[in-house]
């Protein structure tokens, strides 16, 4: 079909000049820059750094000698329903009663500090310490927190400062559980204190190693994102 068949002589004309117009747009048209990235924002952070040969070598105080430390962070990980809690539990009740270790090494009588997000200390952990033989009376769970006067629950992503208090008020703690911790940031079902929060927001970790008496084991726990029905 030839374009005479469908454009007369004035459709003709108007077309060249509409064909004319867009071409002098396109060249007219200035090339569009990308925008400049945005500035980061000024950070006044500075790195500290130490020389080594300032540093005074010190040895490692054991709990368990080459698995328990005191003043580090111990984190027990496992698939939910490996034993986790029970295994705490077990250290729990070893250093309650100045019992034996796994391989036959003695360990000296000392108070333990518990915090539970999942289990009920009357149905669950007591009888659960009874059963692998801990002094109760050196065992201490952690119930709640008091701020302005008023109770709450206690939350280890802002109040494991408060914690260190008591610890030390006890005296002679030498094994803080915390059990369990979110590793995930999805929203989930079951509101639990993140691990990466409480660091971050506890300054017990802050410090050095040997400034703290007690080891903390804190239990990290994969959570799956909430159904639409809990989101």
């Known amino acids: 079909m030839d374009r005479r068949d469908y454009l007369d002589e004035a459709d003709e004309d108007d077309f060249a000049h509409l064909v004319e117009a867009a071409r002098k747009m396109r060249l007219a048209a200035a090339p569009v820059k990308a925008a400049a990235p945005a500035a980061p924002p000024h950070d006044t952070a500075r790195a500290e750094l130490q020389s080594a040969a300032s540093i005074v070598p010190q040895t490692i105080e054991w709990l368990w000698p080459g698995w328990l430390a005191r003043g580090r962070l111990h984190l027990l990980g496992g698939q939910p329903g490996a034993g986790k809690t029970t295994l705490a539990l077990e250290f729990a009740a070893i250093i309650s009663s100045g019992g034996v270790w796994p391989d036959g090494v003695g360990t000296k009588q ?8 999942e289990d009920d200390p009357a149905d669950t ?3 659960r310490l009874i059963a692998a033989g801990a002094d109760l009376r050196r065992v201490h769970f952690v119930r709640g927190a008091r701020e302005d006067g008023r109770s ?11 914690l260190e208090k008591e610890v030390q008020r ?36 802050a410090e050095q190693p040997t400034q703290r008496r007690s080891a903390f084991i804190i239990s990290p726990k994969e959570q799956r994102a909430a159904s639409r029905r809990n989101a």
Do not use: E, H
Not at 180 to 205: C, E, G, H, W, Y
């Open 125 to 127: 952990l007591v009888p």
């Open 170 to 205: 006890v005296g002679d703690v030498a094994l803080v559980v915390i059990d369990p911790v979110a590793l995930s940031r999805q929203k989930t079902a079951i509101r639990m204190p993140r691990l990466d929060a409480i660091f971050n927001r506890s300054p017990i970790f």
């Open 110 to 117: 000392a108070s333990v500090v518990i915090w539970s997000g």
């Open 152 to 162: 709450r629950g206690f939350d280890p992503a802002r109040d494991m400062s408060a």
